[in-house]
Antibody
């Protein structure tokens, strides 16, 4: 079964950091690009970041550029999102999704930023 | 990276058809044949319904169809069923490995 499972979310103070993980299974992870999408409470979906299959191409939404870092370990079938300098507006469910079509999604991990 | 424009809500009766619009610019919807649609039930992850404007993944019923004209993409759902009552989001490639979503549309099945 094709599956993505996010982890690493939690409650963090403004200015803090978290590292989100996305474990992939059931498909050849190393051949797919990956995307992070987030959804603030009661709000719509927001594209956050993209990484190509071979790590060569990476990009970020303007709202997170300079604070978030996407990476992957193809040997571990894992995708990561390092989020630094957290702000209240980063509070959201963070989803990982497979390839630019976003054809497979995980269930998400919740990040809450509050003092 | 401005969000695409979708109606906040639409409604239709069981068995009827509804269309959800998604308006962007020449920098996103109008510039690429890379528009996707997602269905999201409350508390659940989004599900891909349509990609590349008109294509459906395996397992998605042909009641869901996509189209595009200029800077506006559309999702049409025919033969409305109770389970179609959900939120729908469009998404477009916007160049330079960036994507933009619409604000979402709440479909109410009457």
């Amino acid at each position: 079964e094709v599956q993505l499972v996010e982890s690493g979310g939690g409650l963090v103070q403004p200015g803090g950091s978290l590292r989100l993980s996305c474990a992939a299974s059931g498909f050849n992870f190393s051949t797919y690009s990956m995307i992070w999408v987030r959804q603030a409470p009661g709000k719509g979906l927001e594209w956050v970041s993209y990484i190509s299959a071979g790590y060569y191409t990476i990009n970020y939404a303007d709202s997170v550029k300079g604070r978030f870092t996407i990476s992957r370990d193809n040997a571990k079938n894992s995708l990561y999102l390092q989020i630094n300098s957290l702000r209240a507006e980063d509070t959201a469910v963070y989803y990982c999704a497979r390839n630019w079509r976003m054809d497979v999604w995980g269930k998400g991990t919740t990040v809450a930023v509050s003092s | 990276q401005s969000a695409l424009t979708q109606p906040r809500s639409v409604s239709g009766s069981l068995g009827q058809s509804v269309t959800v619009s998604c308006t962007g610019t020449t920098s996103d919807v109008g510039g690429y044949n890379d528009v996707s649609w997602y269905q999201q039930h409350p508390g659940k992850a989004p599900k891909l319904l349509v990609y590349d404007v008109t294509k459906r993944p395996s397992g998605v019923p042909d009641r869901f169809s996509g189209s595009k004209s200029g800077n506006t993409a559309s999702l049409t759902i025919s033969g409305l069923q109770a389970d179609d009552d959900s939120d729908y989001y469009c998404c477009s490639y916007a160049g330079s490995y960036t994507w933009v979503f619409g604000g979402g549309t709440k479909l109410t099945v009457l």
